[in-house]
């Protein structure tokens, strides 16, 4: 199946593929007339409101074009910090590009107990219906950034089913088999066995 990618991160793009290629299926990301199209966040504590928002926005964008009948995939995930009551959670995007992984960890630079998780919420929309799934991955944060692979908060995360590592010290392909977001593609794996889909 070739699945189109309503996302501006690249990185993203490259994960899905981590796991789907292997199963036959193709990941790509989505352009509208050779441009990533801006989807407008809607204010929300929820990351499935999110994501059904944004595949309703792509569902309008590509109506009349070659793009209709393609399988479409949305995400969106976040970072949730335990002592801060799940801040910045939905708003990771917003407070990434605000205070960045500095201002996280001086947040919680006197926690004791670091625990946090990612979360993403995965949508497809195909042959006229919504599938959906969630992914988590519990983990806790450093206190330095460590690592220069990966993207957003993988310098300062680390997950509880590595070896100590912060994602950004693991290769690519470790990662993808812990991630957040595989958890929450393998929960829409069987929408992917019919091939006629």
């Known amino acids: 199946m070739r699945i189109i990618f309503a996302t501006g991160n690249i990185d993203k793009v490259a994960e899905a593929n981590i796991l789907l290629k292997p199963l036959g299926h193709s990941v790509e990301i989505l352009t509208i007339d050779g441009k990533i199209p801006n989807l407008i966040e809607p204010q929300s504590h929820s990351l499935e409101e999110v ?7 792509v569902r309008s ?4 074009t070659e793009l209709e009948n393609s399988a479409i995939m949305v995400e969106d995930s976040g970072l949730f910090i335990d002592s801060l009551n799940n801040f910045p959670g939905v708003f990771s995007s917003f407070v990434y590009d605000s205070i960045g992984l500095s201002g996280i960890l001086k947040l919680v630079n006197e926690d004791i107990i ?5 979360r993403a919420v995965t949508i ?4 006229g219906e919504i599938q959906k799934s969630t992914g988590i991955c519990r983990g806790r ?4 950034e460590l690592g220069d692979n990966g993207f957003g908060y993988d310098p300062i995360f680390i997950p509880e089913q590595g070896n100590g590592n912060t994602f950004s010290q693991m290769s ?3 990662k993808s088999t ?7 593609l393998i929960g829409l794996l069987d929408s992917f066995k019919d091939p006629s889909k």
């Open 51 to 57: 994501a059904i928002s944004k595949i309703n926005q």
């Open 124 to 127: 497809i929309y195909s042959n």
């Open 172 to 174: 690519n392909i470790d």
């Open 114 to 118: 670091r625990g946090a998780e990612y």
């Open 61 to 64: 964008m590509i109506i009349n």
């Open 141 to 144: 944060l450093s206190r330095e």
């Open 178 to 184: 812990i991630s957040h977001r595989t958890y929450s």
